[in-house]
């Protein structure tokens, strides 16, 4: 039975990603991590492929674990640290390592630290920590967003230590840090992680006074009470951008929060930030379609559009997502109903971008290519959303922890949402959801969200995606979890601060006022039908506004729905009598008058219409008439007081000065336009000639800036490893220094001088007491034995190296020197061809 400590499924595995300026902190990271044990590091490093790291011997001086070399099929063992060779790719498959070498059709800057922490996410058996070092660029960025996302914990180095800090920076700003600490005290932290214990030092307990502050800044200012969310998440986002503003102490940051507006609508963008996508999980949107689209666009009981609510829509992926599989539903159902979606979100920055509906070509990669040439319009390296597909959403600001639901929806898709709230502002949206959706309206949720006590409510049409049909009939608010208050809220962030919402409102009282207020519009119109006269009513400009009772036997807005104009929407017949009115109206000379006017009705039939005209504001800025109209009767008398005039040569004069006028003013114009023409003609013509001469210039800039590009890339990779190299070569040569130091004091306690010689006699180098001895300088390295030799008075030592140096025999000679005994030995150094030695001198 293998032992559990060694079993794979029991290892714990920390991976760790540096390049420049890696060195120090790695040394710093494992001094500390030295006394641990059962756990796995595994080390990636951007390495030169022409130069055999040193790393596994400086790393050996601070950790007593083994330290590997990774090799293709080994598998994961505890308490070892496993180094990537120069010119590798590694992966983790099942806690075995698989190895490929990089090739030179790879796309530059390549990524090894993304690549291993991509393959480490899908790891289940036990938790895995990333740790970000010191290195340029952004490797490790996507890697750990992607670990991040599947529960792993990340920590980065601080940027202020880091030597280089772009790829601390990147991880931070990727938003997918949980902590940012010195090297020396991840190991601390990573047992904290592996133990499942969350910090408890005061610094952390000062930190949640500091963030009840924050919390309060966000509220005063913005109107939203974060309280609601997960502390553990909106913590995350409050360190992240305290980190990315360069600030150690929290109290800092809470004072820059207060005293600087723009940093604190930073930080409250940052909150609201949610990650969406095209399509996200397919296999969702597949079950969708066929479980519940396909059957609401089937559905011939109900004329009514559909109505659909995308809560949280952020950029708006989502929301177009949900129209375009609506529309395919509709169109393979051959359905003609109607529907629309109403996207919502908080950020208006993220309603304004999800509004404009362009998209880069990352963003629709992994579209279908019917889909996008279906949906979406290529325009300047962007992907427009089709407008007729945009007209059917409505994007909207809207609170959905404090703001009333909307009504008579057929599906709710609100994923990942919830994963943010606690349990009960959870349950308060869920019962404003329950009150929102029709009778088997249908809500689509996150993969890793529930109904919690809703459930009872539901039908669950797929567990694994989380759709359920609404089984209950009413709409019944659950006052119990109906902690928040509705309110009115502007669409835009202000830069003054808000004033706090009312808390002395329930909501029952402000649906109340909702249901009040749609009754007492319901019996204006009613009133508008009974009491008001058929007219029509129009602004100076031509415009109508709206019109009244039996007024719109003259109205057609079927042919043109967005132009309310009387030319494109009135009766042709009545054309002339109104323009005449919107002459004088324009002149601020309109006074009551009526006129007959001959009308031909839809069936063929001609009558005279009653056209009555009257100026209701000839003042203000927008001037409006109301343009009174009734089908006249025959057989009527007429009051001479009330007589009602046909067209006059008065209405005939007004019309033709305005024609006059028109005509001069279109003469003026098309001489204008002549003169500009032909002006503009002669500067096309030269503009011409210069945009081919650019476009020219501008195509060769292009090829050689791809070949800059291309070249910046490799330098910078080949920069990265000189600098780790470089590191090294540093730490190598301190080390032989401390040996030279040491191995002096060893020669000297030891009373014995030492002289190296090459094979042709010549002094390689000599130690202190040497030096004291025999007055060697620095400069007599290089130079032969036999030129600065000590002459000694009992024996030629130079004739006896020589000897030694021919035969390859130690001798030993004894005598007196200058008043003292000394015995000299010399001895032929072993054989080494990577060696120049050919004796070694002892004095003592």
């Known amino acids: 039975m293998a032992d559990a400590k060694g079993s794979s499924e029991s290892v714990p595995l920390v991976v760790v990603g540096a390049s420049a300026g890696g060195l120090e902190p790695l040394e710093d990271f494992f001094e500390a991590a030295s006394d641990l044990s059962g756990w796995a590091f595994v080390v990636i490093q951007h390495l030169s492929p022409d130069y055999k790291s040193m790393m596994h011997e400086l790393l050996s001086r601070k950790s007593r674990m083994k330290i590997e070399h990774i090799e293709d099929g080994m598998r994961l063992r505890p308490d070892t640290i496993y180094l990537n060779r120069p010119g590798i790719s590694v992966e983790l498959e099942d806690d075995i390592f698989r190895v490929q070498s990089f090739s030179s059709q790879d796309k530059l800057p390549r990524l090894p630290i993304d690549t291993l922490l991509r393959s480490v996410a899908k790891r289940k058996k036990q938790p895995v920590v990333g740790v970000i070092l010191s290195g340029s660029g952004s490797d490790g960025s996507r890697g750990a967003k992607v670990l991040h996302e599947a529960g792993g914990a990340i920590i980065a180095q601080s940027p202020n230590e880091a030597g280089f800090n772009s790829m601390p920076m990147g991880v931070i700003a990727a938003g997918a840090v949980d902590r940012v600490l010195r090297a ?7 047992r904290d992680i592996f133990a499942g214990r969350t910090p408890d030092s005061g610094e952390d307990k000062d930190f949640s006074g ?22 553990a998440n909106v913590r995350r986002r409050v360190e992240r951008r305290q980190h990315l503003r360069g600030i150690e102490d929290p109290a800092d940051y809470f004072k820059l929060l207060a005293d600087d507006r723009s940093a604190l609508d930073e930080l409250y963008r940052d909150l609201l930030i949610g990650v969406t996508e095209f399509y996200r999980d397919p296999e969702a949107f597949t079950v969708l379609r066929k479980q519940v689209l396909n059957k609401l666009a089937r559905n011939d009981d109900e004329t009514s559009p559909l109505r659909i609510w995308v809560p949280g829509c952020a950029s708006g992926e989502e929301a ?15 359905a003609a109903r109607k529907f629309r979606i109403i996207a919502t979100d908080m950020l208006r920055g993220s309603l304004e971008r999800a509004s404009a509906g362009a998209y880069d070509a990352q963003a629709v990669a992994n579209l279908p290519p019917e889909i996008v040439g279906r949906y979406f319009e290529k325009r300047n390296n962007k992907y427009v959303v089709d407008p007729i597909l945009r007209q059917k959403i409505i994007f909207s600001a809207h609170d959905v922890l404090s703001d009333p639901p909307f009504m008579n929806l057929n599906l709710i898709s609100c994923r990942n949402l919830f994963i943010y709230l606690q349990d009960r502002p959870q349950a308060r949206v869920l019962s404003m959801f329950l009150f929102g959706l029709r009778r088997n309206g249908y809500m ?9 006590r809703f459930s009872q409510e539901f039908d669950t049409i797929d567990s694994r995606w989380r759709i359920f049909q609404k089984a209950s009939e009413g709409r019944v608010l659950d006052h119990s979890v109906m902690t928040g208050k509705f309110r009115a809220r502007p669409l835009h962030e202000t830069a003054v601060a808000a004033p706090k919402r009312p808390r002395d409102r329930s909501v029952a009282s402000d649906i109340a006022d909702i249901r009040s207020r749609e009754t007492l519009i319901k019996g204006y119109d009613a009133l508008l039908k009974r009491y008001a006269p058929p007219s029509i009513l129009v602004t100076g400009d031509g415009s109508v506004l709206g019109w009244f009772g039996m007024a719109r036997l003259f109205i057609d807005t079927m042919n043109n729905l967005t132009d309310w104009t009387v030319e494109n929407i009135v009766h042709h017949d009545l054309h002339f009598t109104i323009n005449v009115a919107l002459e004088k109206l324009r002149q601020g000379q309109l006074e009551s008058y009526s006129r007959k006017t001959k009308v031909t009705l839809t069936d063929g039939e001609v009558q005279t219409c009653n056209v009555r005209i009257e100026a209701l504001d000839q003042v203000s800025r927008v001037k409006v008439m109301l343009v009174g109209l009734e089908l006249a009767k025959e057989e009527a008398p007429q009051d001479s007081a009330a007589a009602i005039q046909p067209i006059s040569d008065e209405d005939v004069s007004v019309v033709t000065t305005r024609i006059h006028e028109l005509e001069r003013d279109l003469r003026l114009t098309e001489q204008t336009l002549q003169h500009v023409t032909e002006r503009l003609e002669a500067s096309g013509e030269e503009l011409q000639a210069s945009n081919e001469e650019l476009q020219a210039s501008n195509e060769e800039l292009q090829a050689a800036n791809e070949e800059l590009q291309s070249s910046n890339e490799e330098l910078h990779a080949v920069n990265e490893e000189l600098v780790s190299v470089s590191a090294e070569h540093e730490r190598k040569i301190e080390l032989l220094s401390q040996l030279n130091a040491n191995t002096e004091q060893v020669l000297e306690l030891l009373g014995t001088g030492v002289i190296f010689l090459d094979k042709q006699g010549r002094i390689q180098r000599f130690s202190e007491l040497v030096s004291e001895r025999f007055k060697l300088e620095t400069h007599d390295i290089g130079r032969t034995f036999h ?9 030629a030592l130079e004739t006896v190296i020589d000897e030694v140096l021919e035969s390859g025999t130690s001798q030993t000679v004894s005598g007196e020197h200058r008043g003292q005994a000394i015995t000299v030995e010399v001895h032929p150094t072993k054989e080494n061809p990577d060696s120049d030695t050919g004796a070694v001198v002892l004095v003592r």
């Not at 020396?184 to 990573?190: E, G, L, Q, S, V």
């Not at 375009?324 to 539903?329: C, F, G, T």
């Not at 689509?444 to 919690?452: A, D, I, T, V, Y």
């Open 210 to 231: 500091t963030m009840n502050g924050i919390l309060q800044l966000l509220e005063d200012g913005f109107r939203v009470d974060f309280s609601s969310y997960k502390s």
């Open 320 to 334: 177009y997502t949900l129209a375009i599989e609506m529309s395919e539903a509709l169109a393979e159902a051959g």
């Open 184 to 190: 020396a005290d991840m190991p601390d932290a990573i």
């Open 787 to 795: 030129v600065v030799g000590p002459r000694l008075e009992f024996t």
């Open 444 to 452: 689509f949720l996150g993969p890793s969200e529930s109904l919690g």
